[in-house]
């Protein structure tokens, strides 16, 4: 089974990652809770869950190192780096 890796964003970090997402992120933490649990109830049929910590300081430290911008693209992309710094390794 493949796996999916989805970013746990911790409340007290999540108007930090506002700060470096902008418009990407609802408005509000209870939104973005309910999109994560949508996402993972989305995914858990067919794939592997691997919830990952993220944290802001260090998401906007690694948009700079890659000069890329911040969406939830690449907050996913990140949170399968954290996980598997290759990127290519399964679960």
């Excluded at 309910?34 to 944290?55: F, G, L, P, S």
């Excluded at 969406?71 to 992309?77: A, E, S, V």
Aim: with cysteine; glycine share 2%; hydrophobic share 40%.
């Amino acid at each position: 089974m493949d796996c999916v890796y989805l970013p746990i964003i911790a409340e007290d970090d999540f108007s930090s990652f506002r700060s470096v997402m902008h418009d990407e992120l609802p408005a509000t933490y209870k939104e973005w809770l309910e999109r994560h649990a949508a996402r993972v109830a989305h995914w858990r049929e067919t794939h592997q869950i691997i919830e990952v910590k993220v944290k802001a300081s260090e998401f906007a430290a690694y948009l700079r190192t890659g000069n890329c911008g911040a969406d939830l693209n690449r907050l996913y992309i990140f949170a399968e780096t954290i996980r598997s710094p290759s990127a290519l390794s399964r679960c």
